[in-house]
């Protein structure tokens, strides 16, 4: 009796890319070799992907998805405030990354060229920014009017800005459970909000005395 054919999905083909990734030291040569390698079809590739560098894209996209679900099912998730929020996103997304290091890091190392490395996370910028802009609140925007004209676009990259920061902390954080990227997580967190009010001197000067103690460790 001949074996059903297991119905291919967008996640599984996701699944067989960091396989074969990790499995191989190396991203697949072309569409064909990853689905010959994988007994399916380059038509039914392309009915999910265009090309393997979306694979690539999606891979992180998964990542932000998987964190907003897990985030939704806390029935207090809503009743937090902005800042609560953006915290609790940020040690949710690194546990998920944390779950798949061996291949976040290979990925986000594969170039010299760091551009490309960066263009994978090209869906993640803009659905990143456009969960920042759908936690700020009416509060946040008022604060922020006091050091200058508020604008979202500018909100929203700088936060962009503070999580690339962050998970290039991750990448090279070789503290146990990744502990260092917590207090990165935190402090930095801290910092940016506090800057938006009258007094953040001393959060600016705990943050700075943290990121000179890592230096210092790793120089």
């Known amino acids: 009796?001949?074996?059903?054919?297991?119905?291919?999905?967008?996640d599984k083909i996701v699944s067989m890319y960091m396989d074969y990734t990790l499995e191989h030291n190396e991203k697949p040569k072309s569409v064909y070799q990853?689905?010959?390698m994988n007994d399916f079809t380059e038509s039914e590739f392309y009915s999910f992907f265009g090309n393997l560098e979306s694979i690539e894209?999606?891979?992180?996209?998964?990542?932000?998805?998987?964190?907003l679900e897990l985030l939704n099912k806390d029935a207090q998730y809503e009743s937090y405030d902005m800042k609560s929020k953006l915290l609790s996103f940020y040690f949710t997304f690194f546990e998920l990354l944390t779950a798949n290091r061996s291949y976040v890091s290979m990925s986000l190392n594969a170039n010299r060229n760091q551009l490309k490395n960066?263009?994978?996370?090209?869906?993640?910028?803009?659905?990143?920014k456009k969960f920042i802009g759908?936690?700020?609140t009416d509060e946040f925007k008022i604060q922020y009017e006091k050091i200058q004209d508020f604008q979202e676009k500018a909100?929203?990259?700088?936060?962009?800005?503070?999580?690339?920061?962050?998970?290039?902390?991750?990448?090279?954080?070789?503290?146990?459970?990744?502990?260092?990227?917590?207090?990165?997580?935190?402090k930095s967190v801290k910092l940016s909000f506090e800057l938006m009010n009258i007094a953040p001197i001393n959060s600016l000067i705990d943050f700075g005395k943290f990121l000179f103690k890592e230096k210092?460790?790793?120089s």
């Not at 960066?118 to 990143?128: A, E, G, T, W």
């Not at 990259?157 to 503290?175: M, N, P, R, Y």
């Open 1 to 10: 009796m001949a074996t059903k054919k297991t119905v291919l999905t967008k």
């Open 34 to 36: 990853f689905t010959k």
């Open 57 to 67: 894209k999606e891979i992180y996209n998964m990542f932000f998805e998987k964190t």
């Open 118 to 128: 960066v263009l994978q996370l090209s869906d993640l910028r803009k659905n990143f």
């Open 134 to 136: 759908e936690i700020t």
């Open 155 to 186: 909100l929203q990259e700088s936060a962009w800005i503070q999580f690339v920061f962050t998970l290039k902390f991750w990448l090279e954080d070789g503290s146990p459970a990744f502990e260092k990227t917590d207090i990165f997580i935190e």
């Open 216 to 218: 210092m460790q790793t």
